[in-house]
């Protein structure tokens, strides 16, 4: 079992930088992907970026590459996703979760993780 703690966001103007945390408490070892997800109302949840727990490979979707950076403590069970150039379209829940995933290709989609965290709010005013 593998629970997960986000904090970090907040609201912020355009162009303005926040930086995500989660802390992973129980198993947290036995995953082999961490990921970040966000959800604006009205809209399905979507992927936003995924980092191995062993620290080799990265993915982003598209629109945050070059703005956003996910990395990972191993020593603090901790993995982070620093938010630059925040843009409005930005707005939404942030969730971070745990799994195992299987392939690259699964590490992109919510079935690829089993543990999901509470989520934590990120607004990006105008």
């Known amino acids: 079992q593998v629970q997960l703690v986000e904090s970090g966001g907040g609201l912020v103007q355009a162009g303005g930088s926040l930086k995500l945390s989660c802390v992973a408490s129980?198993?947290?070892?036995?995953?082999?992907?961490m990921g970040w997800f966000r959800q604006a109302p009205g809209k399905e949840r979507e992927f936003v970026a995924t980092?191995?727990?062993?620290?080799?490979?990265?993915y982003y979707r598209d629109s945050v590459k070059g703005r956003f950076t996910i990395s990972r403590d191993n020593a603090k069970n901790t993995g982070y996703l620093q938010m630059n150039g925040l843009k409005p379209e930005d707005t939404a829940v942030y969730y971070c979760?745990?799994?195992?995933?299987?392939?690259?290709?699964?590490?992109?989609?919510?079935?690829?993780?089993?543990?999901w965290g509470q989520g934590t709010q990120v607004t990006v005013s105008s």
């Open positions: 980092i191995r727990w062993s620290g080799v490979g990265t």
């Open positions: 129980g198993r947290a070892s036995s995953s082999s992907f």
């Open positions: 979760a745990a799994g195992t995933a299987g392939s690259i290709g699964r590490a992109l989609m919510s079935a690829g993780y089993s543990y």
